[in-house]
């Protein structure tokens, strides 16, 4: 779901992910591949809604150890063929962000555009706090109610309700050290996020 336009189903995604091309490309998120140097060496990392594995496939590449969720079978075996293309391994698993428990933790969780409604994003936030260790890293990135009442044309979900508020994501993880959690414009290329953008983007590290 690495830019989904809706929480959709397993079927909806399925069937964006059906084509043969990579809907939103196979270079990682912008925010991630700038920040992914925080994450130590060796590292365990979980990606919520992996998509088609362009992230989770750059942080393999860098030598991490990465499990992959999605809710579509089809995202996650394009995930697996992407990193047997590049040469590494991803460990993938299906899963629905909007009940998903992490019954372990990861050094590191990296979640791009994973828009759920407003009554189901305090159990992602949640959901994201307890997959992290001591000291854990948090990347991620979501379109902010501006990217619908400013008109960008850039992609995310067509329901303002669907997008992150800034001060959500402050209340949501205050506890620990949120080194940046910023409304920001920029502008995406990344398949079918293309162009101008508004965006949320959280770096938070758990105490």
């Excluded at 088609?52 to 996650?76: I, K, M, Q, W, Y």
């Excluded at 590049?86 to 994973?114: H, I, M, N, Q």
């Excluded at 209340?171 to 965006?199: I, K, S, W, Y």
């Amino acid at each position: 779901m690495s830019g989904p336009e809706h929480t959709g189903t397993a079927q909806f995604w399925d069937a964006q992910f059906a084509g043969k091309g990579y809907r939103y490309g196979t270079a990682p998120n912008a925010f991630v591949a700038a920040e992914a140097h925080r994450i130590a060496p060796g590292s365990e990392v979980v990606e919520l809604g992996v998509g088609e594995g362009r992230n989770a496939v750059f942080l393999a590449e860098r030598g991490h150890r990465v499990t992959a969720l999605d809710v579509s079978p089809v995202a996650l075996g394009k995930t697996r063929r992407l990193a047997e293309a590049r040469g590494v391994a991803v460990e993938t698993a299906l899963f629905d962000a909007r009940t998903w428990r992490p019954g372990r933790t990861w050094d590191a969780a990296v979640c791009t555009f994973l828009h759920l409604g407003p009554d189901k994003r305090p159990h992602l936030y949640r959901a994201l706090r307890e997959a992290l260790r001591p000291g854990g890293w948090l990347i991620a990135e979501w379109f902010r109610p501006e990217q619908r009442t400013a008109g960008f044309q850039s992609g995310g979900p067509p329901d303002v309700a669907m997008m992150v508020p800034e001060d959500e994501l402050r209340t949501h993880f205050a506890e620990g050290a949120m080194l940046r959690c910023d409304a920001v414009q920029v502008t995406l290329d990344e398949g079918v996020h293309h162009g101008p953008a508004a965006t949320v983007r959280l770096l938070y590290r758990t105490a």
